[in-house]
């Protein structure tokens, strides 16, 4: 019994000599790269692992030998040669080692490791525990890059959560994802998906963003819902801080009103795209779209007839524009 004390009172020492060394010298290549891995998705802020002025947790079960310090339990928790169900296993067992000293981390490293299971549910729930904007927006661009459009969706969903309880997250970055979950969703054909996808995208983007307002409102049309895509048309337009957006919103309203047969609420609305058009830089509009605007605005003049109509009787919110 004694010699084993004295072993494991050897073991203990060595460890902690290396680990001091280790701090000294900097950290092997892949405790960096976690450490950055984690600052890059900000689940945490790195704290050095082998600080001297840490205090650590003291074990309640087993005993040193049992955990290991935290950079060896780091480098085992990030191998991916090790499976993702044996780490999380391991993390679930050695977890009472640092349970008081570093709590958020280790509910980062379950979050990464649910995440790689396709546990995206369970990820998010821990995600939003955290609070973690970034984190989940990082999770959900990196599902998005590889194509993963469902667990992309699933971390999405955790950042709007998340920004219920007051954190910040950069809208355009929120925006630029949603809009591109519509596009995936509009080649595949779950046009109600895409709908809803271009919807939140409109609805993240400060201002207005008229791509994704467009193909919301032409998706709606392909669907036979005429009115609520002219509805939807209508709403962006005051909120447009630009004239490229402006512009694009006041055109496509041109459109689908002389497809409904209001000829003359059409001309109406290309003239107030033309008014904005001179506006608009020219790598947002080429020289063509501008004379081919400028032939559809006569076209829909000769159409609606010398007299025509006053501008949008049955659209009041319309005529102050």
């Known amino acids: 019994m004694a010699s084993r004390r004295k072993a494991l009172y050897l073991v203990t020492a060595i460890v902690l000599t290396l680990t001091l060394v280790g701090s000294a010298r900097g950290f092997p290549r892949q405790f960096a790269a976690f450490a950055a891995n984690l600052n890059a998705v900000n689940i945490i802020k790195y704290l050095s692992t082998t600080s001297q002025n840490?205090?650590?947790?003291?074990?309640?079960?087993?005993?040193?030998?049992?955990?290991?310090?935290?950079?060896?339990?780091?480098?085992?928790?990030?191998?991916?040669?090790?499976?993702?169900?044996?780490?999380?296993?391991?993390?679930?067992?050695?977890?009472?080692?640092w349970a008081t000293a570093r709590p958020t981390l280790a509910i980062g490293w379950r979050a990464t490791l649910l995440g790689e299971l396709g546990r995206d549910e369970e990820a998010c729930k821990l995600l939003t525990d955290l609070k973690?904007?970034?984190?989940?927006?990082?999770?959900?661009?990196?599902?998005?890059?590889?194509?993963?459009?469902?667990?992309?969706?699933?971390?999405?969903?955790?950042?709007?959560?998340?920004?219920?309880?007051?954190?910040?997250?950069?809208?355009?970055?929120?925006?630029?994802?949603?809009?591109?979950?519509?596009?995936?969703?509009?080649?595949?054909?779950?046009?109600?998906?895409?709908?809803?996808?271009?919807?939140?995208?409109?609805?993240?983007?400060?201002?207005?963003?008229?791509?994704?307002?467009?193909?919301?409102?032409?998706?709606?049309?392909?669907?036979?819902?005429?009115v609520e895509a002219i509805d939807w048309l209508i709403a962006g337009i005051p909120r447009s801080t630009d004239a490229t957006s402006a512009f694009y919103l006041w055109r496509e309203l041109g459109e689908f009103m002389v497809a409904r047969g209001a000829a003359s609420d059409g001309l109406c609305a290309y003239q107030k795209a033309r008014d904005v058009m001179d506006q608009v830089p020219s790598q947002n509009l080429p020289d063509t779209a501008r004379q081919l605007t400028q032939e559809r605005l006569y076209a829909l003049a000769v159409q609606a007839g010398a007299a025509g109509s006053p501008c949008f009787e049955d659209y009041p919110e319309l005529r102050a524009r």
Not at 74 to 93: G, K, S
Not at 140 to 148: K, L, P
């Open 54 to 97: 840490e205090t650590r947790p003291q074990a309640s079960v087993g005993s040193l030998a049992d955990c290991p310090v935290y950079p060896l339990t780091a480098a085992t928790l990030q191998d991916a040669r090790t499976a993702a169900a044996q780490r999380l296993e391991i993390l679930n067992t050695r977890s009472w080692c």
């Open 132 to 226: 973690s904007t970034d984190g989940a927006l990082a999770y959900a661009r990196q599902s998005i890059d590889v194509g993963n459009w469902l667990s992309g969706k699933v971390y999405l969903r955790c950042v709007d959560e998340i920004a219920k309880l007051g954190m910040w997250v950069s809208p355009w970055r929120v925006a630029e994802l949603y809009q591109r979950l519509g596009q995936h969703f509009e080649d595949v054909d779950q046009v109600d998906d895409a709908i809803a996808a271009y919807g939140e995208a409109s609805y993240w983007h400060p201002g207005v963003w008229a791509m994704p307002y467009l193909r919301k409102a032409q998706l709606l049309w392909g669907q036979g819902k005429t």
